[in-house]
């Protein structure tokens, strides 16, 4: 099988997020990267079928200078090569023109699924793999928990509102990944050292035969507006601050 | 030139999910700023008789397809009619919501239409004629102010956070029977697993009430269930708990689960990680448990009791049902 598993460099999730003072983004010293780690889920996934069916798994990625380091992460995992879109006029791409530019490599690539987060949790989009399937014409199941590769089709368990459904779709197929997939691996030194070796291809632009085009446009970055201090209810014993706050739920909050 | 404001509603088993009033209540105001007409798109099966109800929520127009097709969702068979619906009438705005359908579909139209969509926003509002929306990004870390230079200006929005306004409108409705054929459906529902057991997911609960490490184990969730029994609440949970075992993953409210908006949170033993934050910090009344008083819950939370969960929760069920019943 021929598996793709896209991925992005993000902020782990304990990292505090600064903005630059000019609100043009967020300030990028300091923070610790890693895979996304919805992608990762994508990338585990598709080494697991890679050893239960044989193939090659490919990873594609877009992304500055720093997020060749997430490519060698997802190598070491045990992927066999890589495609690493990096080119500055990339800069601040939407999730239209990601998708776009990940298409124009993986058209040139053989594909029987392919895999990406079913959202990135920097930009918090989740449109990337929906994008890709609808630009490749090929089917999406999003926000997969469970996948079956049964001959030329995939069955796939995606939690909705209230209940869960069981979908089958035909191959090729884009697949977006969510908590609950697996639980990923660590690479062992070994492999961090053997994925040093393994084909990273570099793309640009030109080479692509792709433009920077953005039609999603993130004017400006705000700190979330401040809540006003909470009250901390005091009292004598639990019994009393437990009616206060019933009180409070209902008369002052008005929610209860 | 593109015109009108248009939305994608979202039923299920023939009744309209609130968020299509969410909905159809926000193009009426971009709409009314605009000069221009709200459109809504229904499609289903069997649903016909309900596309009149939105005429009390602002919408003047309806566009509804009723046929098997559309029942249960497909991202392919509610995509082909929308492209077809969009391509026609040529909307200048087309919201959504962001609920699990909405955000699987309109990912999807973005890439069918080459548009931009801003998503899972918190406000949008027009601008110079154009939309313009925020959003939380980086789990609510920060927000962004989001343009779509292209067309439709496409925006899906979080569920919960938007009023909803009834307006006295009647709408007109239109039905249409888009042309799809069997070799554009592809995937196909096999089977429909309830999980809710009747209560709402936590992403449409009024009230959530989640525990987190301080509940020291599986079994003391009991407590928590019994005083949102009381509120028609849905219990949720922190990553720490999740990742002990001790509730399912799709109950757990943070950066890397659920994002929840309800009118009221009450967190149990959490100690506010800005993971968990990330999840719940749009909610309107938020209620920190915590007997650590150096919890970083208390800084997010509008009350605060500092003691011990497991003699406070039993007490607060106790005077809620003194004070509800």
């Known amino acids: 099988m021929d598996i793709i598993a896209c991925i992005k460099q993000v902020p782990n999730t304990d990292t505090k997020i600064r903005l630059k003072p000019d609100g043009s983004g967020i300030d990028e010293k300091s923070i610790e990267w890693v895979i996304n780690p919805y992608d990762e889920f994508g990338v585990e996934e598709a080494l697991r079928m890679k050893e239960k069916f044989g193939g090659e798994v490919t990873i594609v990625s877009l992304g500055p200078a720093r997020a060749v380091k997430a490519i060698r992460t997802a190598l070491a995992m045990g992927a066999d090569r890589a495609f690493y879109i990096n080119d500055p006029v990339f800069d601040g791409a939407d999730a239209y023109m990601t998708a776009k530019a990940l298409a124009a490599v993986i058209k040139t690539i053989p594909y029987d699924i392919i895999f990406c987060g079913q959202r990135a949790i920097d930009d918090d989009s989740g449109q990337v793999g929906a994008i890709l399937a609808a630009l490749l014409d090929i089917p999406q199941v999003t926000v997969a928990t469970k996948v079956d590769v049964e001959g030329n089709f995939i069955k796939v368990v995606r939690p909705v509102e209230g209940a869960e459904l069981l979908i089958e779709s035909p191959l090729p197929c884009v697949i977006t990944a969510h908590k609950g997939l697996n639980k990923p691996r660590f690479p062992s030194l070994p492999q961090i050292i053997n994925a040093r070796k393994k084909p990273v291809e570099v793309k640009d632009a030109a080479t692509l035969g792709v433009s920077m085009d953005v039609k999603a446009e993130v004017l400006g970055t705000m700190p979330p507006s401040a809540r006003p201090p909470g009250k901390i209810i005091s009292g004598d014993d639990i019994a009393t601050k437990a009616k206060e706050l019933a009180k409070l739920l209902r008369e002052e909050a008005k929610v209860i | ?325």
């Open chain 2, 1 to 325: 030139m593109a015109k009108g404001v248009w939305i994608i509603t979202e039923q299920r088993y023939g009744t309209f999910r609130k968020v299509s009033f969410e909905l159809a209540s926000t193009a009426r105001k971009l709409a009314d700023e605009l000069g221009e007409d709200v459109c809504a798109i229904l499609l289903g099966s069997g649903i016909e008789g309900i596309a009149g109800e939105l005429g009390k929520y602002g919408v003047d127009k309806v566009y509804v397809a009723d046929q098997p097709i559309f029942e249960p969702y497909t991202t392919d068979a509610h995509a082909a009619a929308i492209v077809q619906l969009v391509k026609e009438y040529n909307p200048s705005i087309l919201l959504l919501g962001a609920s699990s359908q909405g955000k699987d579909l309109s990912a999807h139209l973005v890439g069918r239409l080459e548009t931009g969509m801003a998503t899972d926003c918190t406000d949008v509002n027009i601008v110079d004629g154009r939309l313009r929306a925020i959003r939380p990004m980086y789990g609510g870390k920060c927000f962004g102010e989001v343009a779509i230079n292209a067309s439709p200006q496409m925006a899906s929005l979080r569920p919960n956070v938007f009023p909803v306004v009834e307006r006295a409108r009647e709408a007109v409705i239109v039905k249409f029977e888009p042309a799809i054929g069997p070799d554009q459906l592809k995937t196909k529902i096999l089977e429909v697993r309830k999980t809710a057991n009747g209560k709402a997911d936590l992403t449409e609960a009024n009230i959530v009430i989640s525990g987190g490490r301080g509940m020291k184990g599986p079994e003391n969730y009991a407590v928590l269930e019994e005083l949102a029994e009381l509120l028609g609440a849905t219990v949720g949970a922190s990553r720490a708990a999740v990742d002990a075992g001790w509730r399912p993953e799709t109950d757990q409210v943070g950066q890397t689960g659920k994002v929840v908006s309800p009118k009221l949170y009450i967190a149990c033993g959490i100690s506010g990680a800005t993971q968990h934050l990330a999840g719940m910090g749009t909610s309107k009344c938020i209620v920190a448990i915590n007997k650590d008083p150096d919890a970083q819950i208390f800084a997010a939370a509008d009350y605060g009791i500092v003691d011990d969960l497991f003699k406070v929760v039993p007490e607060l069920t106790k005077e809620i049902k003194a004070l509800v019943l």
